[in-house]
Each structure stands twice: as structure tokens, then as C-alpha cells.
């Protein structure tokens, strides 16, 4: 049997292949709740096959949002919808994952298709703001807030909180978004974080954040259900985070209980230079996992299913996440199945376009 297709057990969840729909913003949320957009968005991928989907970065806060169309938890009121979605992915075979995240000083942004620009904190549809530090993401634009000791732990507070309602939801997987140039990877780094407290300056002050959220999400969250945190690897930039550090880290992560290190790079500054090309980010879920034993995601321009059965089998990553192809292809799994041979079973509602002819 294809490696990819092979169940993995974490905790006391088990995958049915090893294929996860990476989180991806669609910024179709009104006040943050979801709507029938993210019912047929995810739900067409849960009926496509996938083994867990994680859905979009969802905003602890109404300040934590990158844009006023972002989802949200920071009420009660946001969990109906998500429950109705949670429950359509696992009647379809799929397990239901979150993304909590904080925005920080990438908040207050367009969407893309309204052209992605900061909204100034006057305007009408923006608001202040925060950061580590007062260091703008792209300079010449309004400064962020450096968060004080009050504002640190509301920030933890919150993620906590929006913890509690993701298990009332029925969420089988937590992932924390500590990459991408948000809040918490705003902490990690120096190029973003210039604190001089207990928040900043050496690598153990700046891990600082991430730890506290982790260890209050664990407060609450089900011992028995799987806690991922997703990291940007390398900042791409010169004296930013590295690749060392994101070892670290993971290591640390480890002994405290995480279980997968989703493995992503870049996004914390504007002068980045990335080296887009297929499966760029892979050898990083590879170091990671090589040298802490940790479970890992692998994570970019992942498109063909052999190239996903390649890093499986040869143990680069535990898991792949697919974003883009799965946006052209909600059923990428069932064609990955048949493309390695591997024996998945289809929906019986679409068991009749199970072969193709050739």
C-alpha cells in the first residue's frame, strides 16, 4: 500500500492517510462567523478525501484579525456555525482540525482582492495594531502598538478562551500559528522583536509568548487530542529567525507535550528572500523531525502524488500539507489514491465516476 494512504495514530486520533488540508484564509466572514461558504469550501474537501483539514487561521480576537472579513472565536456566538461544519467533516470521514491565531501587526489589512493595503487605525474598517515592538511590518506605514504586560496576557487569555470553544465545537486538532510573520513569530524574532523584558533579546526571552500560550491551551485542551504548532523554519532574512533556533524550539515544543511541528518559512518581513520552487520548504520538516524525533508537516508548492508519496515514504515528514492544488482539485486525495494504486474508498454518491476513461 502507498505510504501516503497509510493511517497515522496521534494520540487517540487516528488519520485515515496522511494528506491534511493546510489552513487557508478566505476571508468570507462577516464579524467573524463562518457562513455557508466554509460549509461547501470544507465540506467538498472532506467528501474529497483528505485525512485531516485544518481549517483557516481563525482570529482570537476582533484585533487579531489580518482583515475585517477574517473567521473568528472570540464569542460565543461564532461556535453554531463551526459546529455544523465540524460535524458534516467527521460524518464524511474526515478528522476537523483549527488554527488559532493573532494577527499582530499584519492585522488591520484588505483583503486580497480589495488589495491587501494596511487600513489605518481612523479609518473605518480598521483598528490599532500590536505588536512586540513599535516596528511597522512594511515601513512608512501607521506603527504598531508594543503590547505591555496587560495586553500579553490578554493575548493569552484569549487564545485560551477561544481553546475552550473549539472543544465545545467537537475540534479533534489544535494547531497554534506561530508563523507567517504573525504575532506569536513576531515574538520569535529579532528582526520584529526588540524587547529588552522577559518578552525579548535572548532566544529563551523570545520563546517566551509561545510557551505560555502553549502551556495555557494545555490547560484546558484534551490530553488525549493532538496539539500542533506551525512555525516559519527561517525568516529568509538575515539576522531573523534560522533554522537553528526552529530546532531549538521544536525540541522544547517536544518536551512539553506538542505532538507535529508544522513546518512553513518566511512571511515576517517585507525584504524576504525566498526561493520558491517545488517542495522548497521539505528539507526543514526533514531537520526537524531528524534531529528531535518530533512528528512533522511538510508544507509547500506540494502538487504531484508522488512527489507527496516520495517524502512519506522516505520519512521527510509525517504528514504533507496541500493548499493551492487543493483549491484546483477539492479531490485531490481520491486522484492521488488512484494515481499510487492505493485502495480509498470513494463517496457512495460519487462511486460511479470512480475510474476515468482514458
Given at each position: 500500500?502507498?505510504?501516503?494512504?497509510?493511517?497515522?495514530?496521534?494520540?487517540?486520533?487516528?488519520?485515515?492517510?496522511?494528506?491534511?488540508?493546510?489552513?487557508?484564509?478566505?476571508?468570507?466572514?462577516?464579524?467573524?462567523?463562518?457562513?455557508?461558504?466554509?460549509?461547501?469550501?470544507?465540506?467538498?474537501?472532506?467528501?474529497?478525501?483528505?485525512?485531516?483539514?485544518?481549517?483557516?487561521?481563525?482570529?482570537?480576537?476582533?484585533?487579531?484579525?489580518?482583515?475585517?472579513?477574517?473567521?473568528?472565536?472570540?464569542?460565543?456566538?461564532?461556535?453554531?456555525?463551526?459546529?455544523?461544519?465540524?460535524?458534516?467533516?467527521?460524518?464524511?470521514?474526515?478528522?476537523?482540525?483549527?488554527?488559532?491565531?493573532?494577527?499582530?501587526?499584519?492585522?488591520?489589512?484588505?483583503?486580497?482582492?480589495?488589495?491587501?493595503?494596511?487600513?489605518?487605525?481612523?479609518?473605518?474598517?480598521?483598528?490599532?495594531?500590536?505588536?512586540?515592538?513599535?516596528?511597522?511590518?512594511?515601513?512608512?506605514?501607521?506603527?504598531?502598538?508594543?503590547?505591555?504586560?496587560?495586553?500579553?496576557?490578554?493575548?493569552?487569555?484569549?487564545?485560551?478562551?477561544?481553546?475552550?470553544?473549539?472543544?465545545?465545537?467537537?475540534?479533534?486538532?489544535?494547531?497554534?500559528?506561530?508563523?507567517?510573520?504573525?504575532?506569536?513569530?513576531?515574538?520569535?524574532?529579532?528582526?520584529?522583536?526588540?524587547?529588552?523584558?522577559?518578552?525579548?533579546?535572548?532566544?529563551?526571552?523570545?520563546?517566551?509568548?509561545?510557551?505560555?500560550?502553549?502551556?495555557?491551551?494545555?490547560?484546558?485542551?484534551?490530553?488525549?487530542?493532538?496539539?500542533?504548532?506551525?512555525?516559519?523554519?527561517?525568516?529568509?532574512?538575515?539576522?531573523?529567525?534560522?533554522?537553528?533556533?526552529?530546532?531549538?524550539?521544536?525540541?522544547?515544543?517536544?518536551?512539553?507535550?506538542?505532538?507535529?511541528?508544522?513546518?512553513?518559512?518566511?512571511?515576517?518581513?517585507?525584504?524576504?528572500?525566498?526561493?520558491?520552487?517545488?517542495?522548497?520548504?521539505?528539507?526543514?520538516?526533514?531537520?526537524?523531525?531528524?534531529?528531535?524525533?518530533?512528528?512533522?508537516?511538510?508544507?509547500?508548492?506540494?502538487?504531484?502524488?508522488?512527489?507527496?508519496?516520495?517524502?512519506?515514504a522516505s520519512g521527510k515528514a509525517d504528514l504533507v500539507l496541500i493548499a493551492r492544488e487543493s483549491l484546483?482539485?477539492?479531490?485531490?486525495?481520491?486522484?492521488?489514491?488512484?494515481?499510487?494504486?492505493?485502495?480509498?474508498?470513494?463517496?457512495?454518491?460519487?462511486?460511479?465516476?470512480?475510474?476515468?476513461?482514458?
Amino acid at each position: 500500500m502507498a505510504e501516503l494512504f497509510k493511517p497515522i495514530k496521534i494520540k487517540s486520533i487516528e488519520l485515515k492517510n496522511r494528506i491534511v488540508i493546510s489552513p487557508m484564509c478566505e476571508y468570507s466572514s462577516t464579524d467573524g462567523f463562518a457562513n455557508d461558504w466554509h460549509l461547501v469550501h470544507l465540506g467538498s474537501r472532506a467528501v474529497g478525501g483528505a485525512g485531516l483539514i485544518i481549517i483557516e487561521a481563525t482570529a482570537v480576537s476582533p484585533e487579531a484579525r489580518i482583515t475585517p472579513d477574517d473567521l473568528g472565536l472570540w464569542k460565543d456566538e461564532h461556535i453554531a456555525e463551526l459546529k455544523k461544519i465540524v460535524g458534516f467533516i467527521h460524518a464524511n470521514g474526515s478528522i476537523a482540525g483549527i488554527q488559532l491565531a493573532h494577527a499582530g501587526r499584519k492585522a488591520s489589512h484588505e483583503s486580497p482582492w480589495k488589495g491587501g493595503e494596511l487600513i489605518h487605525s481612523k479609518a473605518p474598517e480598521g483598528w490599532q495594531t500590536v505588536a512586540p515592538s513599535a516596528i511597522p511590518y512594511k515601513e512608512g506605514t501607521e506603527l504598531p502598538i508594543a503590547l505591555d504586560e496587560g495586553g500579553i496576557t490578554k493575548v493569552i487569555n484569549d487564545f485560551k478562551e477561544a481553546t475552550r470553544r473549539s472543544i465545545e465545537i467537537g475540534f479533534k486538532v489544535m494547531e497554534l500559528h506561530a508563523a507567517h510573520g504573525y504575532l506569536l513569530h513576531q515574538f520569535l524574532s529579532p528582526l520584529s522583536n526588540e524587547r529588552t523584558d522577559q518578552y525579548g533579546g535572548s532566544f529563551e526571552n523570545r520563546i517566551r509568548l509561545l510557551l505560555e500560550v502553549t502551556a495555557e491551551v494545555q490547560e484546558i485542551w484534551p490530553k488525549d487530542l493532538p496539539l500542533f504548532v506551525r512555525i516559519s523554519a527561517t525568516d529568509w532574512a538575515d539576522g531573523g529567525w534560522n533554522p537553528e533556533e526552529s530546532v531549538k524550539l521544536s525540541a522544547i515544543l517536544k518536551e512539553k507535550g506538542v505532538d507535529l511541528i508544522d513546518c512553513s518559512t518566511g512571511g515576517l518581513v517585507s525584504w524576504q528572500k525566498i526561493p520558491v520552487g517545488p517542495g522548497f520548504q521539505i528539507p526543514f520538516a526533514e531537520q526537524i523531525k531528524s534531529e528531535t524525533g518530533i512528528l512533522t508537516g511538510a508544507v509547500g508548492l506540494l502538487t504531484e502524488a508522488e512527489q507527496m508519496e516520495e517524502i512519506i515514504a522516505s520519512g521527510k515528514a509525517d504528514l504533507v500539507l496541500i493548499a493551492r492544488e487543493s483549491l484546483r482539485d477539492p479531490y485531490f486525495p481520491l486522484h492521488a489514491a488512484q494515481a499510487l494504486g492505493a485502495d480509498v474508498k470513494w463517496p457512495v454518491q460519487y462511486e460511479r465516476a470512480k475510474y476515468q476513461h482514458k
